[in-house]
Antibody, heavy 122, light 111 residues
Framework: QVQLQESGPGLVKPSQTLSLTCTVS??????????WSWIRQHPGTGLEWIGY???????YNNPSLKSRITISVDTSKNQFSLNLYSVTAADTAVYYC??????????????WGQGTLVTVSS | QSVLTQPPSVSGAPGQRVTISCTGS?????????VHWYQQLPGTAPKLLIY???NRPSGVPDRFSASKSGTSASLAITGLQAEDEADYYC???????????FGGGTKLTVL
């Protein structure tokens, strides 16, 4: 059974960098066949796709965030990570990691991590 | 602007049938891209409910079904149960975004 778990600080100061890691268990990222994704949910609102990465390192980002994010993968640790730069209060959200299965070019997300709330505040 | 539009809320009595619509455009649902649906129970992460327009993952009851036509898709829930009370989201790929797009979500209330 594939499981994903987000980890990282729950509080980030404005203008700083939000860094999260997703640890995958029950499957190997380096096996290929899936994309590994970040999705966020602002308080009380809907879901926003952030981006996804393949085990080889190629990734795709939401254009609305593209200039502020990097996504990376560490196959030796079976983890992938998100860095979101120059955060503001508008980046306060629950951040989820998820596995993306694809029949190109469409993707669906399953399973999801439990999510981690990140608050941007001084 | 890339948008998938869902009704903010729907409701139904136990045992009834409800549908949730998801309206897109020619750059997403109206193109060749599949629609997927998620259920988010209160305080939990979203869970895949339907993938590839109409396919149920293992473990999802057959009370849940979905379809796609033109630039819209719909999720149907029959034999409504109290445990179905949740937020439901549609999702597709958008060629303008070059990525995934979620609907705004629909809150289902079981009366």
């Amino acid at each position: 059974q594939v499981q994903l778990q987000e980890s990282g600080p729950g509080l980030v100061k404005p203008s700083q960098t939000l860094s999260l890691t997703c640890t995958v268990s029950g499957a190997s990222i380096s096996s290929g066949g899936y994309y590994w994704s970040w999705i966020r949910q602002h308080p009380g609102t809907g879901l926003e796709w952030i981006g996804y990465i393949y085990y080889s390192g190629g990734y795709y980002n939401n254009p609305s965030l593209k200039s502020r994010i990097t996504i990376s993968v560490d196959t030796s640790k079976n983890q992938f990570s998100l860095n979101l730069y120059s955060v503001t209060a508008a980046d306060t959200a629950v951040y989820y990691c998820a596995r993306a299965e694809t029949t190109v070019p469409t993707y669906w997300f399953d399973p999801w991590g439990q999510g981690t709330l990140v608050t941007v505040s001084s | 602007q890339s948008v998938l539009t869902q009704p903010p809320s729907v409701s139904g009595a136990p045992g009834q049938r409800v549908t949730i619509s998801c309206t897109g455009s020619s750059s997403n649902i109206g193109a060749v891209y599949d629609v997927h649906w998620y259920q988010q129970l209160p305080g939990t992460a979203p869970k895949l409910l339907i993938y590839g327009n109409s396919n149920r993952p293992s473990g999802v009851p057959d009370r849940f079904s979905a379809s796609k036509s033109g630039t819209s898709a719909s999720l149907a829930i029959t034999g409504l149960q109290a445990e179905d009370e949740a937020d439901y989201y549609c999702q597709s790929y958008d060629s303008s975004l070059s990525g995934s797009l979620f609907g705004g979500g629909t809150k289902l209330t079981v009366l």
